[in-house]
């Protein structure tokens, strides 16, 4: 179970960094993001990702125990930032940076109302975090 940890924190972190640093249109839409978005999401998204993986690979107790904490955090803004607005409808400055940077991308999901629906960039993201979240908390309270 430690190695597949391992694996999902890694893989959960390079999948965000790649997908915000590189233009994979119509998967993403970097292209519309400003430098300094781009640059703000990498790297506080960045560490925050990696911190986890940091600790398990290292063995270093406090940033294991933030992994805890950190994940189901991920999760609950996932939800605050798509899925909320998804089903309950955006706020207006939410609607305007969906339709400047996702409205265009491969969406998946049927339209709920007029709202933000997911795209499939962000859905496998959350299905990565959600995943990576199991694994991790699994790990940590099995570790002997």
Known sequence: MYFITLVTQLLLVAYHQATTLFDLYPFNNVRDYSVKERLTECLINGITMIMPFI????????MMMAAIIIYPALLIAEYFNWWQ???FGASEPWQKVYDRLFRSTIIVLPAVKKNPVPN????????LTLITCIVTYISYFTQP
Not at 55 to 62: I, L, P, Q
Not at 120 to 127: C, Q, T
Request: proline share 5%; net charge negative; no cysteine.
């Open 55 to 62: 600790g398990f690979y290292f063995h270093v107790a406090w």
């Open 85 to 87: 607005p998804y089903l």
């Open 120 to 127: 499939l960039e962000h859905l496998i993201l959350h299905g």
